[in-house]
T-cell receptor, first 111, second 113 residues
Framework: KNQVEQSPQSLIILEGKNCTLQ??????????LRWYKQDTGRGPVSLTI?????NTKSNGRYTATLDADTKQSSLHITASQLSDSASYIC??????????FGKGNQVVVIP | DAGVTQSPTHLIKTRGQQVTLRCSPK?????VSWYQQALGQGPQFIFQ???????QRGNFPDRFSGHQYPNYSSELNVNALLLGDSALYLC????????????FGPGTRLTVL
């Protein structure tokens, strides 16, 4: 079983609408949690990073939340744009500088 | 600062061949990790290099090997290529002792025919 589970696997949203992506993780101990945006065929780019003591972190129209007790995180995209079409990957940093990756949420924004 | 760079961008090989992928880390970074990302999947950790030595390894066969040079750049070598090795290969760099933030390169798309 993957240590980082993301849902939904994919979704289609209308331009201008909001959406929320979910990430559940089981890894322990936990150092930090990041959300990356990956355009097709490109490398992932970091959007937000949160330690276990942080509940929320914003980066423009992207807002990430973290509940370390339930081991859940979410990424909220506000007023989506066509350029938001990408895969959003939840990444949990564990000990020894290792990362546990989710499979990603594939978001398609349509006009 | 050019960030993490990788070469080549795309590569096509046939089964049984060998391939070498290259990565230059972000300025100031000393640790390089390699990942394999199949289509529609998250990246899978291959191995990590620090001080020119392999420090950690994921669940990949010995056909996958690497090297790190004194200037921190790194190579990923794959021998006896299989069709299943077709993937996007990502290099990520970080500075050991930092907050673990890894910066990713654009990747090398390997296609094995």
């Amino acid at each position: 079983k993957n240590q980082v589970e993301q849902s939904p696997q994919s979704l289609i949203i209308l331009e201008g609408k909001n959406c929320t992506l979910q990430c559940n993780y089981t890894v322990s101990p936990f150092s930090n949690l990041r959300w990356y945006k990956q355009d097709t065929g490109r490398g992932p780019v970091s959007l937000t990073i949160m330690t276990f003591s942080e509940n929320t972190k914003s980066n423009g129209r992207y807002t990430a939340t973290l509940d370390a007790d339930t081991k859940q995180s979410s990424l909220h995209i506000t007023a989506s744009q066509l350029s938001d079409s990408a895969s959003y990957i939840c990444v949990v940093s564990v000990e020894n500088n290792r990362l546990a990756f989710g499979k990603g949420n594939q978001v398609v924004v349509i006009p | 600062d050019a960030g993490v760079t990788q070469s080549p961008t795309h590569l096509i090989k046939t089964r049984g061949q060998q391939v070498t992928l290259r990565c230059s880390p972000k300025s100031g970074h000393d640790t390089v990790s390699w990942y394999q990302q199949a289509l529609g999947q998250g990246p899978q950790f291959i191995f990590q290099y620090y001080e020119e030595e392999e420090r950690q390894r994921g669940n990949f066969p010995d056909r996958f090997s690497g090297h790190q040079y004194p200037n921190y750049s790194s190579e990923l070598n794959v021998n006896a290529l299989l069709l299943g090795d077709s993937a996007l290969y990502l290099c990520a760099s970080t500075r050991l002792g930092s907050d673990n933030e890894q910066f990713f390169g654009p990747g090398t798309r390997l296609t094995v025919l």
